[in-house]
């Protein structure tokens, strides 16, 4: 069965620093899709960032990028120009392709709580 | 654009007590999920449903049931209410694929004394 594990159950960093997100998985498979989700105090879960496992390139979204390290299975989320609005529990979520017959679910890490101080 | 609608958001019941949380979304997303979110654990899917009619087992289904008779509503049934059922609950959906967002009603907060 696919794991995700996410080490640091908590981080902290300072406005305007830049922080990273640990996380890794475990797969005997080599198309995937992995995923970083966002769930602020409001409990609202938010799409981060996607990374398709056979693009070498590492997704970036504004203030956030991946560095996706697909021999080590690693997928941390580098957070730039931190803000207090990034102050949210972070989950780290991995997903098999669509073959059109099997269902492909997402199977989430523990979470990061990460706090930006001012 | 309501996106994935939750209720009740908040509820306590009494051990033995059945109780439904309902779930509902407008997009006609074809995959429908319900999630438990508790400390130090995650998000672990409980059941997943990828069409009216076809629902599935997830990681954690026992003492939880669901149907889904249109495409979209995917109930989650407690048929007797155990203290270990303590826990925020999520429903999902997304489109069948690989675009893989999933889009999350608000949670319910529900407490099992």
């Known amino acids: 069965a696919q794991t995700v594990t996410q080490s640091q159950p908590e981080m902290s960093v300072q406005e305007a620093e830049t922080v990273t997100l640990s996380c890794t998985y475990d797969?005997?498979?080599?198309?995937?899709?992995l995923f970083w989700y966002k769930q602020p105090p409001s409990r609202q879960m938010i799409l981060v960032i996607r990374?398709?496992?056979?693009?070498?390139q590492n997704a970036t979204e504004n203030r956030f990028s991946v560095n996706f390290q697909k021999a080590a299975k690693s997928f941390s989320l580098k957070i730039s120009d931190s803000q207090l609005g990034d102050t949210a529990m972070y989950f780290c979520?991995?997903?098999?392709?669509?073959?059109?017959?099997?269902?492909?679910?997402?199977?989430f890490g523990t979470g990061t709580l990460l706090a930006v101080q001012p | 654009n309501a996106g994935v609608t939750q209720t009740p958001k908040f509820q306590v019941l009494k051990t033995g007590q059945s109780m439904t949380l309902q779930c509902a979304q407008d997009m006609n997303h074809e995959y429908m999920s319900w999630y438990r979110q508790d400390p130090g654990m995650g998000l672990r899917l409980i059941h997943y449903s990828v069409g009216a009619g076809i629902t599935d087992q997830g990681e954690v289904p026992n003492g939880y049931n669901v149907s889904r008779s249109t495409t979209e509503d995917f109930p989650l049934r407690l048929l007797s209410a155990a203290p270990s059922q303590t826990s925020v609950y999520f429903c999902?959906?997304?489109?069948?694929?690989?675009?893989?967002?999933?889009?999350f009603g608000e949670g319910s907060r529900l407490t099992v004394l």
């Open positions: 990374q398709e496992a056979y693009k070498q």
């Open positions: 999902a959906s997304r489109r069948q694929g690989n675009t893989g967002e999933l889009f």
């Open positions: 797969t005997s498979e080599s198309n995937y899709y």
């Open positions: 979520a991995f997903m098999h392709p669509y073959y059109g017959g099997a269902t492909n679910k997402l199977i």
